[in-house]
């Protein structure tokens, strides 16, 4: 075991500056969610990303493969998979506040690689293959096959990861290096519903005729925007000066004909972890709340998602659904997507629900809450994946930790989920180690390029446990 060790780490020492440039590769290449095309069913961007990882596979000498856009696999040779490896090459939108470069410039600066998807999750993808590129280099028998998957819309549904699992078996094991070490054996559920209202064509005044809120269902609102018909800038400004909110929300007031257009402006964040992050939405319909608007269906909405979804309750302790057990931690709730119109509005919300979290606890309170304010709802609860911690694949991969990392391991739950989310036995493994702040899904995403480094030697070491002679 020493001298295998001993070759492993002498091979990334020298390959510390290839790593980099390989993820510089594929940061440049803005692969947010796009309109589909042939061959692109994720849009233009991801299926560069795409492209690009399968030529770079190609150039380190591995086989590589673009399964019809949706995910890249490379493999290590012909036989037998006995472990799968999912990462993914999308990113979400750049957003807003890049300080040390923007976000598909990467640049390194104090070890410190910055940039969109340089954490999650191109570097680790690339950490990924480049153990496998070490394993065929050193010259490691192998007995089965490790096969690396890329997807390419892990951000937006996962629905690249679906089509390949609808068409190949899994594999023995898997991992996935979309999230923190040491060993991430719980992944929290999902109750994501959509919820609606709807009314006559409004004329009272002063209302709210429009509102946009967030983008994406797990990414906190960094913006937020509303037109009030009725009232001036003068009296918006005021009430903004009586609500005293915190000062990462910032608000602007125009005007606009027949009244005003407010902009909230926060700061975005994951939506597993909204106490991160300063939701523009739930900013900017606690000032609307408070402006003296009629009473009328749309004031009515947004008066009870004030009330269901309070600025700043993270936990879902106004919906009803607060919780939380030992093992897997509490309930998190960010009310993250709106729309409004003179006609209705509808609302998702991103929460995710600990081992305790049913039915009973979750959807039903929630769903009663929403109804008794006249929403209808529809969504399901996504289970938590859960695999124990004495799961002998769970040892491999500890030690494997502790040998490179020099820390000890164990298992911990996460409120954000990956792709083994449901697939039996799998487990979110690194790449980040802990402690570390990577802003992912933030401005000023970066990785630590010491601990990429280190990551790419446990996973060597996981393929010639797992897969090796």
């Known amino acids: 075991m020493e001298h295998i060790q001993s070759a492993i780490r002498a091979y990334f020492d020298a390959r510390q500056e290839e790593l980099i440039q390989a993820v510089c590769r594929l940061v440049r290449i803005d692969s947010t969610l796009g309109p589909a095309a042939p061959g692109q069913p994720f849009g233009p961007g991801p299926a560069a990303a795409l492209d690009e990882l399968v030529a770079l596979a190609k150039e380190w000498g591995l086989t590589a493969q673009n399964l019809e856009g949706y995910v890249g696999a490379v493999d290590l040779n012909d036989r037998e998979t006995e472990l799968h490896i999912l990462g993914h090459l999308d990113v979400v939108d750049p957003g807003e506040g890049w300080t040390v470069t923007s976000a598909f410039e990467p640049k390194l600066v104090d070890g410190l690689l910055y940039g969109r998807g340089t954490d999650d999750d191109k570097g680790p993808v690339l950490a990924a293959l480049m153990a496998m590129r070490a394993v065929k280099d050193l010259g490691f028998s192998l007995k089965k096959n490790v096969r690396l998957i890329a997807g390419t819309d892990e951000e937006t549904g996962f629905r690249d990861i679906h089509w390949y699992y609808d068409r190949h078996p899994y594999a023995p094991h898997t991992i996935s290096p979309d999230a923190d070490f040491p060993i991430i054996n719980i992944e929290k559920g999902h109750y994501q519903p959509t919820f609606r209202a709807a009314w006559p064509q409004e004329a009272a005044l002063p209302r709210v005729s429009s509102f946009t809120g967030g983008p994406r269902l797990n990414m906190v609102p960094p913006k937020a925007q509303a037109t009030v018909l009725g009232l001036t800038a003068e009296q918006v400004n005021a009430a903004i000066a009586a609500l005293g909110m915190e000062d990462a929300i910032s608000y602007t007031v125009a005007p606009a004909e027949g009244g005003v257009r407010i902009q909230a402006s926060g700061q975005n964040a994951h939506g597993s972890t909204p106490e991160e992050g300063h939701n523009a939405q ?57 729309t409004l119109t003179d006609t209705g509005c509808e609302g998702r919300f991103d929460s995710r629900t600990p081992l305790c979290g049913t039915d009973a606890t979750v959807r039903l309170p929630a769903e009663a809450a929403l109804q008794a304010a006249g929403f209808t709802v529809e969504g399901e609860i996504d289970p938590p994946h859960h695999v124990p911690a004495t799961d002998p694949f769970l040892q491999t991969l500890a030690c494997a930790y502790e040998l490179y990392s020099g820390r000890e391991s164990h298992c911990i739950a996460i409120g954000g989920g990956t792709y083994v989310h449901g697939i039996p036995g799998g487990v979110a493994f690194g790449a980040s180690m802990p402690g570390f702040v990577s802003n992912l899904h933030g401005p000023d995403e970066r990785v630590n390029v010491a601990d990429l480094l280190t990551a790419a030697m446990i996973y060597t070491q996981v393929i010639l446990d797992v897969c090796g002679e």
């Not at 408070?290 to 936990?315: E, K, M, W, Y």
């Not at 009803?320 to 993250?336: E, I, K, R």
Request: with cysteine; net charge negative.
């Open 282 to 338: 739930t900013a900017l319909l606690t000032l609307l709340a408070a402006l003296p608007l009629v009473d009328c269906p749309s004031t009515q909405s947004i008066q009870n998602l004030v009330r269901l979804f309070p600025h700043g309750d993270h936990i879902g302790q106004a919906l009803g659904v607060a919780q939380s057990d030992d093992l897997s931690g509490g309930l998190s709730l960010a009310f993250t997507m709106l």
